[in-house]
């Protein structure tokens, strides 16, 4: 039915909304693993798809969050490191480019506020409730048109709002800066443990595995940094 | 004509017993932590087999999405101690065996529920008052 090795007899599509429901309700990866597995096996021994045994896969999750373990959240440890790491991609893809080409940093008042809403959006994300991760999960094509003309019609009002006026400052210590930050946030992440809580089969707790999702959380904690270099390696470029 | 009004949805999406009937959901909710445990006093063994055992007993076909969450509750009460095991030359399956703690909550329980269901019978079956 599948190629997943954690769950091979069970409907990709049931599995996705089954690891997601867990997820948002800050389940243990290990533990994610140790159902799904147990999903699976039930399904090959019975002979039954995923959706006849268990139902629905996101009330299957609810029955079970019951009495699974939840992972212990830290709201503003966590959304701060992915705060400073936001801070970092923006001033980064910001300030090299003039920084690589001797330019001044300039500018805008419209460029400020997109930074600021960005950083707010960014924050709002990291503190919301499972309620409404899932909604945004589960939104249709049309309720992320009307959240997105909204957040670009909140961008252009506080536009409108704000001082006019072009300012230049030095790229150099910005763009130091936002290296730093780019940095630290990346560390943080990894640090923070959430990239490299994997959803791992039972018994898959021996020390290759740990390694695996220690190189995983590593490979996943420095591609945003990775992408936002290469962007402003590029924008240099093509500035020059 | 009146028509009867449908019965209660049972455990799953249907608990065909031998005899054609379907036990009420309801009931099986208040007996089926008791009917498991009783299964795992015979011995370990994994969810599926549980549910055939269920099955063969007369309870109907239990679904996974009620006995795991039941498992797992009894699991987190302290009543079941849980386990995966490597299968022969495929995935292992997680099996559960009773704790001592199970096993007297099973002997109280089962002593208590045996006492309801006598109770139960004698109220419901005794004759009707004549009017």
């Not at chain 1, 997943?4 to 069970?10: G, I, K, M, Q, T």
């Not at chain 1, 609810?62 to 705060?83: F, I, Y």
């Not at chain 1, 950083?119 to 409730?129: E, F, R, T």
């Amino acid at each position: 039915m599948s190629t997943d090795p954690l769950a091979p007899h069970v409907d990709p599509r049931w599995r996705d909304a089954f690891v997601m429901e867990l997820r948002l309700r800050d389940v243990p990866g290990r533990r994610i693993g140790d159902a799904l597995a147990e999903v699976d096996v039930h399904c090959r021994d019975a002979d039954e798809d995923a959706t006849t045994a268990f139902g629905d896969p996101v009330a299957y999750a609810q029955g079970l969050t019951e009495h699974l373990p939840s992972r212990a959240r830290l709201p503003l440890r966590d959304s701060a490191a992915v705060v400073v790491e936001t801070v970092g991609v923006l001033g980064v893809v910001w300030t090299l480019p003039p920084w690589l080409n001797g330019d001044p940093l300039v500018t805008s008042r419209g460029m400020a506020v997109t930074v600021v809403l960005t950083l707010l959006v960014a924050a709002v994300l990291c503190l919301a409730p499972a309620p409404t991760l899932r909604w945004l999960t589960r939104a249709r094509w049309w309720q992320v048109a009307i959240a997105g003309s909204g957040v670009a019609l909140v961008l252009t009002a506080l536009t409108q709002l704000a001082p006019d006026g072009r300012l230049e400052a030095p790229a150099t210590p910005f763009a130091l800066a936002s290296l730093l930050l780019l940095v630290v946030g990346a560390v943080a992440l990894h640090a923070g443990g959430t990239t490299a809580d994997l959803v791992r089969a039972p018994g898959a707790d021996d020390a290759r595995s740990l390694r695996r999702a220690r190189t995983v959380s590593v490979l996943i904690s420095a591609a945003l940094p990775v992408v936002a270099l290469l962007n402003a390696g590029g924008l240099a470029l093509l500035t020059r | 004509m009146s028509r009867r009004p449908a019965p209660p949805d049972p455990v799953g999406d249907g608990t065909a017993t031998p005899d054609g009937a379907d036990w009420p959901g309801e009931w099986l909710r208040g007996v089926l932590s008791l009917c498991a445990l009783r299964v795992l006093a015979d011995g370990a063994t994994y969810g599926y087999d549980i549910a055939q055992r269920l099955a063969a007993a007369g309870l109907g076909e239990i679904k996974g999405g009620t006995l795991y969450p039941l498992l797992g509750r009894l699991h987190a009460a302290g009543l079941l101690d849980e386990e995966w095991r490597p299968g022969d030359g495929g995935p292992g399956r997680k099996y559960y065996a009773l704790t001592d703690a199970g096993r007297a909550h099973l002997h109280d329980e089962g002593a208590r529920w045996s006492r309801f269901a006598d109770l139960t019978q004698t109220f419901v079956t005794r004759p009707e008052a004549a009017r």
